[in-house]
């Protein structure tokens, strides 16, 4: 079984930066991707970027060029550097990993652009 939890979620001002950080716990040898989601109010949870030992690594349209996804399995880290940040960007953000056998979501992390 694996466990996520996330920090670095806040209040930033439109044309900012935020650096989102999930650590893994637990049965991590056995992940093969790992990712962040975000949900909006009223909207679906939607994939930002994920990192995946098979895939590599992909972005949503609509952060390519902003935000950079990255792993330290030494620390079993995956970050999430986003910049140029734009009130759009504004949601709750999820880490997610995934084994052959499970699908593992963090708690979320509140992010707020707004001047």
């Known amino acids: 079984q694996v466990q996520l939890v996330e920090s670095g979620g806040g209040l930033v001002q439109p044309g900012g930066s935020l650096r989102l950080s999930c650590t893994a716990s637990?049965?991590?040898?056995?992940?093969?991707?790992m990712g962040w989601y975000r949900q909006a109010p009223g909207k679906q949870r939607e994939l930002v970027a994920s990192?995946?030992?098979?895939?590599?690594?992909s972005y949503a349209d609509s952060v390519k060029g902003r935000f950079t996804i990255s792993r330290n399995t030494a620390e079993n880290t995956v970050n999430l550097q986003m910049n140029s940040l734009k009130p759009e960007d504004t949601a709750v953000y999820y880490c997610?990993?995934?084994?052959?056998?499970?699908?593992?979501w963090g708690q979320g992390t509140q992010v707020t652009v707004s001047s």
């Open positions: 637990g049965n991590i040898g056995s992940i093969y991707r």
């Open positions: 997610n990993a995934q084994t052959t056998i499970s699908n593992t």
């Open positions: 990192i995946s030992s098979g895939d590599g690594i």
